[in-house]
């Protein structure tokens, strides 16, 4: 082979391992900072990700929370008001008439407080008759407030056939009148429904 070719391979060969090795030098942070802010980006495309989902999320729960406070407020609508309760043992007389049932007695009981609201139970004692009784207890159920009827027993008194009254019923029927919790200090006020910023709203 010629020598002279042979040099001038050899120059290129040593040449290009040069250059190879500057390359490698060169580059290689280059690369280090590509790997970096492919890792970067990854870990935000994971948060882009997770920030996508919450939103969804909250969208939905947003969404959910809207239709149960509306179910609320319809809620809030057919319970007793304050007017309602005091006026209960008028409209059980009433309605006892209407059913022609005989209401000897009643007794308030103590209101019992609870979550979002307050039962004002009464015991009635009524003398009746089955079917008549029926009745009445039908006129509680489609009224268009919520009242309880509860604890209900019966005795017979009269054996003779054809008596008006052949038993008596003792019972206890109560309202339930809305009265929410009041709202953490420092909360806000859309905290509550609608209605009892409005009720809070009145009494203030």
Do not use: W
């Amino acid at each position: 082979m010629n020598p002279q070719l042979t040099k001038q391979i050899g120059i290129g060969a040593a040449i290009g391992i040069v250059l190879a090795a500057l390359t490698y030098f060169l580059l290689n942070g280059k690369r280090d900072d590509l790997k970096a802010t492919l890792a970067s980006i990854e870990s935000l495309q994971k948060e882009v990700d997770k920030g996508n989902g919450l939103k969804a999320n909250y969208e939905k729960l947003k969404v959910e929370v809207a239709n149960q406070e509306k179910r609320i407020e319809e809620l809030i609508k057919i319970m007793p008001t304050e007017q309602d309760r005091a006026e209960m043992t008028i409209r059980m007389k009433k309605l006892a008439d209407t059913a022609g049932i005989d209401q000897t007695s009643f007794s308030l009981e103590t209101p019992a407080n609870k979550n979002y609201y307050k039962e004002y139970p009464v015991r009635f004692n009524f003398r009746v008759g089955y079917h008549s009784f029926g009745a009445f207890a039908s006129m509680i159920s489609g009224y268009e407030k919520i009242i309880n009827l509860s604890e209900l027993s019966f005795r017979r008194v009269d054996n003779q056939k054809g008596a008006v009254f052949p038993a008596v019923v003792n019972c206890r029927i109560s309202a339930f009148v809305y009265n929410p919790a009041p709202p953490a200090e420092g909360a806000p006020a859309a905290a509550r429904p609608a209605a009892a910023r409005a009720k809070a709203g009145k009494e203030e």
